[in-house]
């Protein structure tokens, strides 16, 4: 599928930069979900803390539903070339059937963080193409994995409510990746939470009660594994 959309942070000089680990995440889910927003927000908390990031967000051609992925590469002080397959230090996967094709670019002893939301094309709602199944996903993902523990899965049933309507899972998902991966050593949550309610004027509690959750999801961030 063609990009139809693509979009590079400027990243600031590296004698105002502080010094940071290099750090790279692979996004991929499907349009409309927001996990480019994820990848945003990130990216912009990176930038805020002077350390340099190079953020790649491509869009499919739909625009809701269609295939979506995205490359943010922390810590570099100039552009570098396409993350390779195992060489993510962190996939964050928003649907299952698109988590699938994001597997070879996980390290060995990177994380993958998994939101099992499922988004069935028309041909597998019509029978015409298989859908894999969750647990195909995940064995996958392990396989991958030096330590199955590095893989989180989210069902989407675990999502709490505000006034009775779901939180933002892209929101929760953020949180999660925060709290179980090293992402939350480079990143500290409180700068991440001030970004999260500057950028949605409207309904800051309900995104704060995703966060919060998201956070809660695994407990305290882990000890740095860089």
Request: hydrophobic share 45%; charged share 15%; no cysteine.
């Given at each position: 599928m063609q990009p139809t959309h693509s979009t590079q942070y400027a990243i600031r000089s590296t004698q105002s930069t502080i010094r940071s680990p290099q750090f790279d995440i692979y996004f991929v889910g499907?349009?409309?979900?927001?996990?480019?927003?994820?990848?945003?927000?990130?990216?912009?908390?990176?930038?805020?803390?002077?350390?340099?990031?190079?953020?790649?967000?491509?869009?499919?051609?739909?625009?809701?539903?269609?295939?979506?992925?995205?490359?943010?590469?922390?810590?570099?002080?100039?552009?570098?070339?396409?993350?390779?397959?195992?060489?993510?230090?962190?996939?964050i996967a928003t649907e299952v059937s698109e988590a699938l094709k994001a597997v070879r670019y996980i390290k060995p002893n990177g994380h993958f963080v998994l939101y099992a939301h499922v988004w069935a094309p028309t041909?597998?709602?019509?029978?015409?193409?298989?859908?894999?199944?969750?647990?195909?996903?995940?064995?996958?993902?392990?396989?991958?994995?030096?330590?199955?523990?590095?893989?989180?899965?989210?069902?989407?049933?675990?999502?709490?409510?505000?006034?009775?309507?779901?939180?933002?899972?892209?929101?929760?998902?953020?949180?999660?990746?925060?709290?179980?991966?090293?992402?939350?050593?480079?990143?500290?949550?409180?700068?991440?939470?001030a970004l999260v309610r500057e950028r949605w004027k409207r309904g800051v509690e309900r995104n704060m009660v995703a966060f919060a959750a998201g956070l809660g999801f695994g407990g305290n961030a882990p000890e740095s594994r860089l």
């Open positions: 499907v349009g409309g979900q927001g996990v480019l927003t994820i990848g945003e927000i990130i990216a912009a908390t990176a930038y805020r803390l002077g350390i340099p990031v190079n953020f790649y967000p491509t869009k499919g051609m739909a625009q809701r539903g269609g295939f979506v992925k995205a490359q943010l590469r922390l810590g570099r002080a100039t552009p570098g070339p396409a993350i390779p397959e195992k060489g993510a230090d962190l996939v041909a597998v709602m019509l029978g015409k193409a298989p859908y894999p199944r969750l647990e195909e996903v995940t064995a996958a993902a392990s396989a991958a994995l030096d330590d199955n523990s590095h893989l989180i899965v989210i069902l989407p049933e675990v999502l709490p409510e505000h006034e009775g309507v779901p939180v933002p899972d892209n929101v929760f998902t953020l949180g999660v990746a925060l709290a179980r991966t090293p992402l939350g050593t480079l990143l500290p949550p409180a700068e991440v939470e």
